[in-house]
C-alpha cells in the first residue's frame, strides 16, 4: 500500500481523491489505514467536495475495510490534531479492494471491535428466503448495509443506542459495523 497508483493513495495531510469513474454506480470497497501514532478521519465524497458523511476514523495503524457507497466520486481525508497541534509522523494509506478481500458473514458469531465489514454473498434456499442479521453492541454502535448492486444503504444508526437488534438482508451485500466498544454479530 506504499505506492501510489490507480487504486491506492496515500499522503501526509488531509487531501480529497477521486476514485475510478467505473466505481460510482455500485459501492466501492476500501482499505484504510492510518499510522501508529497518526490519526486520519475519512469521508465520503461527492462532486469532488467532502460531503461530511464519516466512512471510518483510523485506530492506531489497524487495516479497516470500510464502503464508499455507490453515489460517490471519492473520498476526502482529515489528519486528526489534537489541542497543542502534535498529529503524529505516519501517513494515511487507502486502497480499493475486491469482495473476496472481506470475511464472509456466515451463522457463526463473530465479535470485535472498532470498524469491521463483511461480505454477504450466500445463496438461498428458495425465493423468498431472506437472512437475518443480528447484532449487539455493548454500549452503542451502527450497522450499515449496502447492497452490492448499488443503491441507498440502509442504516441503523448511532444514536439513539439500539444495543440489540436484526436487520433482514434480503440480497447480497456489504455489512459495516461501527463501535468504540466490543460487538457481536452473527446470521439467522
Not at 484504510?32 to 497518526?38: C, E, I, P, Q, Y
Not at 490519526?39 to 466512512?55: I, M, Q
Not at 501517513?91 to 472498532?114: D, N, Q, S, V, Y
Amino acid at each position: 500500500m506504499s505506492a501510489e497508483g490507480p487504486e491506492s493513495w496515500s499522503g501526509w495531510a488531509g487531501r480529497t481523491v477521486e476514485v475510478p469513474a467505473g466505481s460510482a454506480s455500485r459501492p466501492t470497497l476500501l482499505e484504510v489505514r492510518g499510522g501508529l501514532t497518526s490519526s486520519f478521519r475519512f469521508y465520503r465524497a461527492a462532486g469532488g467536495r467532502s460531503t461530511g458523511d464519516t466512512l471510518v476514523t483510523t485506530v492506531r495503524g489497524r487495516r479497516m475495510r470500510v464502503v464508499l457507497p455507490a453515489d460517490s466520486s471519492g473520498f476526502a481525508v482529515e489528519r486528526i490534531t489534537v489541542r497543542d497541534g502534535a498529529s503524529g509522523f505516519q501517513r494515511w494509506h487507502a486502497r480499493i479492494i475486491g469482495a473476496e478481500a472481506l470475511p464472509a458473514l456466515t451463522a457463526k458469531e463473530r465479535e470485535g471491535k472498532f470498524t469491521e465489514t463483511y461480505g454477504y454473498f450466500q445463496p438461498k434456499r428458495y425465493y423468498e428466503d431472506t437472512r437475518v442479521l443480528r447484532y449487539e453492541f455493548e454500549s452503542q454502535g451502527s450497522v450499515t448495509y449496502h447492497l452490492a448492486t448499488g443503491g441507498r444503504p440502509v442504516e441503523i444508526p448511532h444514536y439513539p443506542p439500539r444495543p440489540k437488534g436484526t436487520l433482514p438482508l434480503p440480497h447480497h451485500g456489504y455489512i459495516t459495523i461501527s463501535s468504540p466498544d466490543p460487538w457481536r454479530v452473527s446470521l439467522v
